[in-house]
């Protein structure tokens, strides 16, 4: 059975490869002031973000405005999970089985998903619910499954360009929900559900 999200998943991604260079780097610039203005923005601890591929909108301003007292990280797959390891320009890296650049260090040596103060998830997609789509591999669902039964820490932050949002999207039970998704344009809230 196909996943009803592939499509979408291709058409989103090819919106977010067509942005042009000198609007990515104003994006970059913007996205970092609202993960920086957040109301959990953390002023300790460890984030993570990620390597950009694939258009994908840039954390590097970001992670060079964070307070020093914050270590920001980038993940490393561990089986089918994400683990995470501080990570500064300069220090080395080393492909994944996927080609992507990751931390050159000893799992034992990373940080579990629980660690983490704040996560700023990479997305292909998102909906006026705050609604995630992502690669659809599912690495950010299962490493941070354990949110369904307890909510934040840490925060998880869908980020993305604001081309990126659609009206709806079809949710799996096995998604792991977001407090925010910011973008270049906005920041993002979902509306806590209706007690009755």
Avoid at 14 to 21: F, M, N, V
Avoid at 25 to 48: C, I, R, S
Avoid at 109 to 124: C, E, G, I, S
Wanted: with cysteine; glycine share 8%.
């Amino acid at each position: 059975m196909t996943d009803p999200r592939s499509a979408l998943r291709q058409q989103l991604r090819q919106r977010r490869r067509d942005i042009p260079a000198a609007q990515r780097l104003a994006a970059a610039e913007q996205l970092a002031d609202a993960l920086l203005a957040l109301p959990f923005a953390p002023t300790h601890g460890h984030v993570a973000g990620y390597w950009a591929l694939d258009g994908e909108i840039a954390l590097h301003r970001w992670q060079m405005r964070l307070p020093d007292s914050v270590r920001y990280c980038l993940p490393v797959l561990d089986g089918d999970t994400l683990r995470f390891a501080p990570w500064r320009p300069g220090q080395p890296l080393t492909a994944n089985r996927f080609g992507i650049p990751e931390p050159d260090i000893a799992i034992a040596d990373t940080l579990a998903p629980a660690q983490m103060t704040l996560v700023a998830a990479p997305l292909v997609g998102f909906d006026t619910l705050c609604r995630r789509l992502g690669m659809g591999g599912g690495w950010y669902d299962r490493s941070f499954a354990f949110r369904q039964q307890r909510p934040a820490p840490p925060w998880l932050v869908g980020v993305g360009f604001s081309v990126q949002q659609v009206d709806d999207l079809p949710v799996q039970p096995w998604d792991v929900g977001v407090d925010a998704i910011c973008t270049d344009a906005a920041t993002h809230f979902p509306v806590p559900n209706d007690p009755e």
